[in-house]
């Protein structure tokens, strides 16, 4: 057996086996290595896994997964519905647009689709099925508009693949994740509201509109977090590695001081929290240098990109075929887990084809959105759905829904280029040909 199918055997194996992505990463890479190459070479496994985390822009990652986790216990959330309510009023709908919008501005915060998916379920969902909403419903809606967290900046999906694709600026994969993150969340109000006039949920006559002015006062400090975080990598205030301890610093003020919901014995708890979170992803990371060394080494994903390319000539189709791969892995695994293991194999189609590897950023985090809330792993969904107290399948009919409008919104980035890349280029930021 050729080493290149070891390599991916052994690793497809162990997964299905339960093993740990991370766990797995390092088995396939060391058995790649043996099968290939010298046993000498497992020498370099320290090497490898100390050069893929000593990256200076990983140090974000783990401060923007505290940040996402100091804003989801501060209470942002519910300040942000009852100010979406007040901005929306009574209407058919009504609540399903406030669901959407807070997910939209919590993605601003965190970067994080299930930590979204917690902290606006928690407060949506009571109120959703007051107002006669079936749990099913708005727990799938609100697993698949927290997946925008991963387009809307600051996104640690968007971070990782900065660091994994040579030369491309972060700052304008922020920027160009922005429009198509928006694109995204309302593609998802379309068929929310057609559903919720269609079977009459939520009564105009029976909702109460909270004040504005209030409302808005209270929102204030939440809403200032993405203009702070994004104004300040505008105008060249701070990196994007900065701009995760601006959002660390500002999220511990806005929770002690502002809303009080905070105190030391929290903090510390979050931090907590946080370090094992972190711990998890760089381990991942860790452990994927090997079998990126070891695949990049044997010519295997050199191997893999030539066997795609020899299925078609056509640019086009092999991009859908690239989209429907990463929907299928999205379904499977985690988005760290996705670039680390995918992005090495298409990255020669990339080059091959001369896609703008900003817009091909953003089409590959899309895609891991719609996976993020697809069976049968869904992580937001199964968020959701514990919070709902509802079983996962119960939830199929209306997800399907969901997954076909947030598809018309990537085909249409797919096809309008514009959509991803015009902010950034209007910014100044390398983006490279449309």
Not at 25 to 32: K, Y
Not at 206 to 217: A, I, N, T, Y
Not at 299 to 305: I, K, S, V
Not at 394 to 400: E, V
Request: hydrophobic share 60%; proline share 7%.
């Amino acid at each position: 057996m050729s080493p290149d199918l070891l390599l991916i055997g052994s690793f497809l194996l162990a997964l299905l086996l339960g093993v740990p992505v991370a766990i797995a990463l390092g088995l396939g890479g060391i058995v790649g290595i043996l099968a290939g190459l010298s046993p000498d070479m497992l020498a370099t496994l320290g090497t490898n896994t100390y050069n893929s985390v000593a990256k200076y822009p990983l140090i974000a990652i783990p401060l923007f997964i505290l940040t996402g986790l100091i804003f989801e216990r501060a209470g942002v959330a519910a300040s942000l519905v009852r100010f979406a309510q007040s901005v929306i009023g009574p209407r058919h709908g009504g609540l399903a647009v406030v669901a959407v919008l807070v997910c939209l501005i919590m993605g601003g915060m965190s970067g994080s689709g299930p930590a979204d998916a917690a902290a606006v379920a928690m407060v949506m969902l009571p109120s959703m099925r007051k107002a006669g909403y079936p749990q099913a419903f708005s727990a799938s809606l609100i697993a698949a508009s927290s997946s925008t967290a991963i387009l809307i900046p600051p996104s640690i999906a968007l971070i990782l693949y900065s660091i994994v694709v040579p030369g491309v600026d972060l700052r304008a994969l922020f920027a160009a994740g922005l429009f198509p993150g928006i694109l995204a969340g309302l593609s998802l109000l379309v068929p929310a509201l057609l559903l919720a006039r269609k079977y009459g949920w939520e009564d105009p006559e029976k909702s109460e509109r909270p004040p504005f002015w209030p409302s808005l006062k209270a929102a204030l400090p939440a809403l200032f977090a993405p203009v702070i975080i994004l104004g300040g990598l505008r105008s060249g205030l701070f990196t994007p590695t900065e701009a995760a301890v601006v959002a660390v610093t500002y999220g511990v003020i806005v929770g002690c001081l502002v809303y009080r919901n905070l105190g030391i014995r929290q903090l510390f708890d979050l931090m907590t929290e946080a370090a094992v979170t972190s711990g998890v992803v760089m381990l991942i990371i860790a452990l994927a240098g090997i079998f990126a060394w070891a695949g990049t080494t044997l010519g295997t994903f050199q191997h893999l990109a030539n066997g795609l390319l020899a299925l078609s000539e056509s640019g086009w189709v092999l991009l859908g075929l690239v989209m429907l791969l990463v929907l299928i892995a999205g379904m499977l695994l985690d988005a760290v887990s996705i670039y680390l293991i995918l992005i090495p194999i298409v990255l020669p189609l990339m080059n091959h084809f001369g896609w703008n590897p900003v817009w091909f950023g953003i089409l590959l985090a899309m895609n891991i959105a719609i996976g993020q809330f697809t069976p049968p792993v869904a992580v937001n969904l199964m968020v959701t759905t514990r919070i709902a107290n509802i079983r996962l399948e119960h939830t199929i009919g209306w997800t399907l829904i969901f997954i076909a409008a947030m598809a018309c919104s990537l085909l249409l980035v797919m096809l309008v280029p514009g959509i991803a890349l015009w902010l950034p280029d209007k910014l100044g930021y390398v983006v490279g040909p449309w």
